[in-house]
Each structure stands twice: as C-alpha cells, then as structure tokens.
C-alpha cells in the first residue's frame, strides 16, 4: 500500500486541488481517499484499473466537499476552446501552415542537461500546479496517471472535444515553458 501511496498521492493532491481550489483541502481530500481505498479494497472488482478506481473516489470526494462549500463548477465551464486555439495556431503557425518558429528539440542530453532537467522538471511542476483548474486536471488524469481520453471524459465530466482541447491548452502551456526554459527566455508564444 505504500508503494501505491508514494505512486499516486501527489497526482491524486494536485487534481483535488483542481477541484477545491486550495492546496490544503486538497490534501485533507486526499487522504480522506486513501482511507477509503484502505476500507474498502476488498470490494475492487478490477472493472477499471487500480489506478481509475482511486481517481473516481477522489474526484467523487473533491466534488462533494466543493459543493458542500459552494465552490464547485463543472470543468467545461467558461472555457473558450475556439479563441485559445486559434490564438495558439496563429502564434505558432504562419498563413501558409508551416512553424513560425520551429519548436526546441529535447534532443542531446549531456550531464549538465540532465541536472539541468532536474530542475527543468521541478519548473513543470510548479507549472502544473499554476494550471487553471480544468486543464490541470485533465493533463494530471492523461499524461500524470495515464488515463485514456474516454476514462478522463467519463470521471470529469467533459465531452471529448472538451477534454482534447483543454488536453491541448494544457501540454502547449507546458511546452511553452520549457522551451522559455531552455531558449532563456524565447519562447514562440511569449508574444501573445
């Protein structure tokens, strides 16, 4: 139970996060999970992965306790996929389709790069915590966890056009910054 404590617990927090909107909850709802996985994983009938089973009581707690606050919204809510897409794809693209500046290559690790990308993956952190709610969440469900589109769509609640676009929105934000990381400070989409 530890290993699966020290796996997912800091995937599980920053989801909850995205939810209650306040780190300490997000831990308080947490841990009120992991006692629940305790109490009833005997009852786990495998219809999902272990991993999924744990998302949904999490999300399902994370949920409840927003509402019991009055500070829980749907995830689709307010978002414009249409305005950030086409902001994105006209900052990254020219007229004709092509890069306007082709993206960083993550190639030709050498040791400084890779102590470098120790602090590098420290930075994607954080700026996986500064996501908004909704992207944050659904890029710790698929690309943290490793949920495919129509189990993040099921537990989130999102349409899967919904969920690709914030998907998107959420792993450009990322690579933006770590290309603004590794260019020092040039990045493509920093003249939006």
Not at 83 to 111: C, I, K, Y
Request: glycine residues 6%; charged residues 30%.
């Amino acid at each position: 139970m530890s290993e699966l404590i020290a796996r997912h617990h800091g995937a599980l927090v920053r989801l909850a996060e995205s939810v209650v909107k306040n780190r300490a909850v997000a831990e308080e709802v947490a841990q009120e999970t992991w006692l629940a996985v305790m109490a009833n994983l005997a009852s786990f009938e495998g219809r999902s992965t272990l991993s999924t089973w744990i998302i949904s009581i999490l999300l399902n707690k994370a949920k409840n306790h927003a509402k019991r606050e009055s500070r829980y919204a749907a995830f689709g809510d307010g978002d414009d996929p249409e305005r950030d897409l086409g902001q994105t794809m006209r900052n990254r693209f020219d007229g004709s389709g092509h890069w306007s500046e082709a993206p960083v290559s993550f190639d030709g690790l050498t040791p400084e790069r890779i102590v470098a990308g120790r602090h590098l993956w420290e930075h994607v952190r954080q700026m996986i915590d500064r996501l908004p709610p909704a992207q944050k969440a659904v890029l710790v469900m698929r690309d943290v966890e490793g949920a495919d589109a129509a189990e993040t769509c099921r537990l989130l609640e999102l349409t899967p056009e919904n969920q690709r676009t914030l998907l998107h929105r959420a792993r450009t934000r990322i690579r933006n910054e770590i290309e603004t990381q590794l260019t020092g400070g040039r990045s493509a989409l920093t003249k939006a």
